[in-house]
């Protein structure tokens, strides 16, 4: 096999995970769009807790560095009052897919921000009472970064050779 064989192929699938990144930001676009017209009530938090654990690859914003790191995990619980009903949820983003994208930095940010005890306001799904954030809107940087940046690789690598 050619090296230009070998080239074409890593950009195809170079293109193919740039492509998927620019999937999951539009998902993002759509949710945030769908869950901003969700119903805002107030809440409290009952529980907060940030829980440790160890991974043997893990890649950290704050350092770059690929190796055997603690993350952290923030586990909440909260409960609501919408339309006469008590609810209780642990939902902080409208889609698991975020959590993808969620740092240590971001853990222990947030569990600075939710302290149990605290008043917080918590977005509801009016068509599903039951159904909360605590979070509407979700960060499109990652996914459009990564986007950008492996979109630009692979055009680089097809350009020049």
């Known amino acids: 096999m050619k090296i230009e064989d ?24 759509y949710v945030n769009n769908k869950v901003g017209l969700w ?11 940030l829980t440790k654990k160890e991974s043997n690859l893990y890649v950290d914003d704050e350092d770059f560095v690929l190796d055997k790191e603690t993350v952290f995990k923030l586990n909440l619980k909260y409960s609501y009052e919408y339309k006469g009903q008590e609810n209780e949820s642990n939902k902080i983003y409208a ?49 459009i970064v990564y986007c950008i940046v492996l979109l630009s690789l692979a055009l680089a690598l097809f350009l020049f050779f």
Not at 9 to 24: D, H, N
């Open 6 to 29: 070998i080239i074409f192929i890593i950009v195809c699938l170079i293109f193919i995970i740039a492509i998927f990144f620019g999937l999951i930001a539009i998902y993002f676009i």
């Open 39 to 49: 119903h805002r009530t107030s809440g409290k938090i009952i529980a907060s807790d």
């Open 95 to 143: 889609s698991k897919l975020y959590n993808l994208f969620s740092t240590n930095r971001n853990s222990k940010k947030l569990y600075n921000s939710y302290k149990k005890g605290d008043i917080i306001e918590v977005y509801v799904d009016p068509n599903k009472k039951n159904s909360s954030v605590l979070i509407n809107k979700m960060q499109l940087t990652y996914p």
